[in-house]
C-alpha cells in the first residue's frame, strides 16, 4: 500500500533555445519536496509545439527517475533540435510520479512561448 501524498511541487521552466552548437527548444521538469515521504520520483515532460491549425504536438518526451532538485542531475529535459528559424509556439507538460506514494493525476503546462525555432510540423 502506497503512503498518503505530502506536499511536494511539480516545477518546470519555459521551453528556450539552448544555446548548443546546433540550435535547440529545450525544456525542464523537476520536483520539491515539501513534508512528503517521497524520496525519488518519476519525472516524464512531454515538449510540444503547435501546428498552424492551433493543434499542439508532442515533438520529444524524457522520462528520469530523480530525487527533488532542480540542478542538472535532479530533473528531466525534452529537446528537439529546430528546423529553422519559424516563429513557433512552444509548451511543455510535466508529470511527477512520487515513487510509492499516491499522489494527484495532474500535470504542469508551463506558459506558452513564441521561439524563433521550427518544430518541422
Same mark, same amino acid.
Given at each position: 500500500?502506497?503512503?498518503?501524498?505530502?506536499?511536494?511541487? @511539480?516545477?518546470?521552466?519555459?521551453?528556450?533555445?539552448?544555446?548548443?552548437? @546546433?540550435?535547440?527548444?529545450?525544456?525542464?521538469?523537476?520536483?520539491?519536496?515539501?513534508?512528503?515521504?517521497?524520496?525519488?520520483?518519476?519525472?516524464?515532460?512531454?515538449?510540444?509545439?503547435?501546428?498552424?491549425?492551433?493543434?499542439?504536438?508532442?515533438?520529444?518526451?524524457?522520462?528520469?527517475?530523480?530525487?527533488?532538485?532542480?540542478?542538472?542531475?535532479?530533473?528531466?529535459?525534452?529537446?528537439?533540435?529546430?528546423?529553422?528559424?519559424?516563429?513557433?509556439?512552444?509548451?511543455?507538460?510535466?508529470?511527477?510520479?512520487?515513487?510509492?506514494?499516491?499522489?494527484?493525476?495532474?500535470?504542469?503546462? @508551463?506558459?506558452?512561448?513564441?521561439?524563433?525555432?521550427?518544430?518541422?510540423?
Amino acid at each position: 500500500m502506497a503512503d498518503s501524498i505530502g506536499d511536494f511541487q @511539480t516545477a518546470g521552466d519555459r521551453v528556450h533555445v539552448s544555446k548548443a552548437k @546546433t540550435p535547440t527548444a529545450s525544456a525542464h521538469g523537476w520536483w520539491i519536496n515539501g513534508s512528503g515521504p517521497g524520496i525519488k520520483a518519476k519525472v516524464t515532460i512531454w515538449l510540444q509545439a503547435k501546428d498552424s491549425k492551433g493543434h499542439w504536438h508532442t515533438v520529444a518526451k524524457d522520462v528520469k527517475t530523480v530525487k527533488p532538485s532542480g540542478g542538472s542531475q535532479g530533473r528531466a529535459t525534452a529537446r528537439k533540435f529546430c528546423v529553422g528559424d519559424a516563429d513557433t509556439i512552444w509548451r511543455s507538460i510535466v508529470d511527477v510520479d512520487v515513487i510509492g506514494v499516491n499522489d494527484s493525476p495532474d500535470k504542469l503546462t @508551463t506558459p506558452a512561448t513564441s521561439l524563433k525555432c521550427g518544430a518541422g510540423l
